[in-house]
Nanobody, 124 residues
Framework: QVQLVESGGGLVQPGGSLRLSCAAS????????MGWFRQAPGKEREFVAT????????YYAGSVKGRFTISRDNAKKMAYLQMNSLYSEDTAVYYC?????????????????WGQGTQVTVSS
């Protein structure tokens, strides 16, 4: 069993940056792929970024590629999402998720554990 807790959300101006963190419990964190998803009001949850168990493979949604960076620290049982050059369109609740497989996935149904989400608001 894995529990995930996100932090780092908040209000930021357009063009600004935020770093989201995801703290995981459980002894098997290092074997899980991790992902970040987001859900804006009135919209479906969408894939943002994913990283495999070792950190050696990452994938990004086209809308965030080049602006967001996903990373992980297995020793600390942490995953991160560095978000730069934020737009108002990035406003959403951001969720951290863990997939018991080793491979990174863009599909939400592949993920077994989810955090409660953290709000990111990009506004002037």
């Amino acid at each position: 069993q894995v529990q995930l807790v996100e932090s780092g959300g908040g209000l930021v101006q357009p063009g600004g940056s935020l770093r989201l963190s995801c703290a995981a419990s459980g002894r098997t964190f290092s074997t899980y792929a991790m992902g970040w998803f987001r859900q804006a009001p009135g919209k479906e949850r969408e894939f943002v970024a994913t990283i495999n168990w070792s950190g050696g493979s990452t994938y990004y949604a086209g809308s965030v590629k080049g602006r967001f960076t996903i990373s992980r620290d297995n020793a600390k049982k942490m995953a991160y999402l560095q978000m730069n050059s934020l737009y108002s369109e990035d406003t959403a609740v951001y969720y951290c998720a863990a997939d018991r497989s080793y491979s990174a996935s863009t599909r939400s149904y592949d993920y077994d554990y989810w955090g409660q989400g953290t709000q990111v608001t990009v506004s002037s």
